[in-house]
């Protein structure tokens, strides 16, 4: 059993762990090695294909089946369009932490998705979006800037440093989506709780992070979609597809330092729009590989590790009773997560 790397019987009753006998207990698996359920830290059942809302929040339920049956049993929503908080105790749902609706300025990022704003009114809607979520509200920190045919911050530095204080006293936490290098700056040093994909951080920036114990969800299969990015806005925005492409080359060593900093570092697909869903394990083995985080720690930021952050407890007494069984050691052959051998979500066996 992992993290402990002990050989021990677990027991389950109802939804939680005991490591106490019951007797008369059901054997749904007889040796492997078992991890705590996955985790997700940024996905976005709300949101299909192609970057638009989803239609409804049987769709919604959809997409977080496809993630469940990978072996991902706990979801972190980073941005939803529509309301599915009916989903919060459907048991054959993983475990969700919502984040509320996207906080962004008007037409500057993708249509339909966001709650755009002026600049006056960003403190007022974080805090409006941290009653929707259940413990953290998403800012969008910067995108695309037409005047300046180039990345930008979404407002200005000191009124986004406002909006985070202010949802942070309302009792959120403030994950924050930046791309460039001017917004990540100014927002790590406003002490947003984390940074979600995170290209333009520099070393400095990552210092700060590790002294303020700041998380990175780099989502490192969307840093991949660069290039592609990069290719339809090559014609009216140059530097921008510039930008983009040195962003996605640089990223793995950006990745690299803050693991070798000690930033707290967990997986996050960005499925959702041009990610499918599903894929937390393979963003685990970028990590991997090409970050050069060891097998143990990718294990750690997609499943104990990342559950003890969103507070969802993990194979200990009393513990959630959410776990996955693989036939291998997955510390040993890391792509054994891709293929779990036993799904146990909420104490029922999925398969």
Same mark, same amino acid.
């Not at 290039?227 to 530097?239: H, L, T, V, Y």
């Given at each position: 059993m992992l993290p402990d790397d002990e050989v021990r019987d677990l027991w389950l009753v109802g939804d939680r762990v005991t490591l106490s006998p019951m007797p008369g207990a059901e054997t749904v698996a007889s040796g492997g090695f078992i991890l705590p359920g996955l985790v997700? *830290? %940024?996905? %976005?059942?709300?949101? !299909?294909? &192609?970057?638009?809302?989803?239609?409804?929040?049987?769709?919604?339920?959809?997409?977080?089946?496809?993630? #469940? /049956?990978?072996?991902?049993?706990?979801? @972190?929503?980073a941005g939803s369009p529509i309301d599915y908080r009916v989903?919060?105790?459907?048991?054959?749902?993983?475990?969700?932490? #919502?984040? &509320? #609706? %996207?906080?962004?300025p008007p037409k500057r990022y993708l249509r339909g998705l966001a709650a755009e704003v002026g600049e006056a009114e960003v403190v007022a809607e974080l805090v409006r979006q941290a009653t929707r979520g259940t413990g953290w509200v998403k800012l969008v920190g910067d995108w695309l800037d037409r005047? @300046?045919?180039?990345?930008?911050?979404?407002? /200005?530095?000191? $009124?986004?440093?406002?909006?985070? #204080? *202010?949802?942070? !006293?309302?009792?959120? +936490?403030?994950? $924050?989506?930046?791309?460039?290098?001017?917004?990540?700056? !100014?927002?790590? +040093?406003?002490?947003?709780d984390s940074v979600e994909h995170g290209s333009g951080l520099n070393d400095d920036d990552i210092a700060e992070m590790g002294r303020r114990g700041t998380a990175l969800v780099p989502t490192m299969i969307n840093i991949l979609?660069?290039?592609?990015? !990069? *290719?339809?806005?090559? &014609?009216?925005?140059?530097?921008y597809a510039r930008h983009m492409r040195d962003l996605q080359a640089g990223f793995p060593a950006v990745v690299r330092h803050a693991y070798e900093a000690g930033v707290p570092i967990y997986v996050g697909s960005d499925a959702g729009g041009g990610i499918s869903h599903g894929l937390a394990a393979r963003e685990m083995l970028l990590l991997h590989e090409s970050a050069g985080m060891s097998a143990l720690d990718a294990l750690a930021a997609g499943s104990w590790r990342a559950r003890e952050w969103l507070g969802l407890p993990g194979l200990v007494e009393g513990g959630a009773a959410d776990l996955v069984v693989y036939e291998a050691d997955p510390r040993q052959h890391l792509a054994t997560v891709l293929s779990p051998q036993?799904?146990?979500?909420?104490?029922?066996?999925i398969r």
């Open positions: 997700d *830290a %940024h996905c %976005h059942i709300g949101v !299909a294909d &192609g970057g638009v809302p989803v239609e409804s929040v049987a769709q919604a339920k959809e997409l977080a089946l496809i993630d #469940r /049956d990978a072996g991902v049993l706990a979801l @972190r929503d989903l919060d105790d459907d048991p054959d749902v993983p475990r969700l932490i #919502r984040a &509320g #609706r %996207h906080v962004s005047d @300046r045919a180039d990345l930008g911050p979404a407002w /200005d530095p000191a $009124v986004m440093a406002a909006a985070v #204080r *202010a949802a942070q !006293a309302a009792g959120a +936490r403030v994950a $924050v989506h930046t791309f460039g290098e001017e917004a990540v700056s !100014a927002l790590v +040093r406003a002490g947003v979609t660069f290039g592609s990015i !990069a *290719a339809q806005a090559e &014609g009216k925005f140059p530097a036993r799904i146990v979500l909420k104490g029922r066996v």
